[in-house]
């Protein structure tokens, strides 16, 4: 194995990106979420481009073929015809989601401790 290889695989190199302090935030709960962080992620994306030779997700001209506001009126409408209503409440936690403001732990704790507490009554 040359010299440059080795170099190579033992040197780290810092990479540095400026994005806005909200988008940080949000990606790091998600990320966070999903048992990983910023850093992990951003790593696995350059190791899946250099394995792929090419850009490791889709690119497109939209992040998802529906907006954020049309995905949460398919859940509010999928529990209307369950028969099931979504308070104004359960409708801002699906925003918050969407925003990557809460994560899917804080979800679920929120969830289990109401129905805890409903359940004492």
């Not at 409440?89 to 403001?101: G, P, S, V």
Request: aromatic content about 4%; hydrophobic content about 35%; overall charge neutral.
């Amino acid at each position: 194995m040359s010299n440059a290889t080795t170099e190579s695989k033992t040197t780290s190199n810092l990479i540095q990106v400026r994005i806005p302090a909200d988008l940080k935030e949000r990606t790091a709960k998600l990320f966070e979420s999903l048992g990983t962080n910023t850093s992990d992620v951003i790593r696995m994306m350059l190791l899946r481009a250099d394995e792929t030779q090419s850009i490791p997700f889709p690119i497109r001209t939209g992040a998802y073929p529906i907006s954020s506001n049309e995905r949460i009126r398919e859940v509010v409408a999928t529990f209307e015809l369950e028969g099931m209503k979504l308070s104004e409440e359960d409708i801002q936690e699906l925003r918050d989601f969407e925003l990557a403001k809460v994560t899917t732990e804080e979800l679920r704790q929120k969830t289990l401790a109401e129905i805890k507490r409903k359940h004492k009554r």
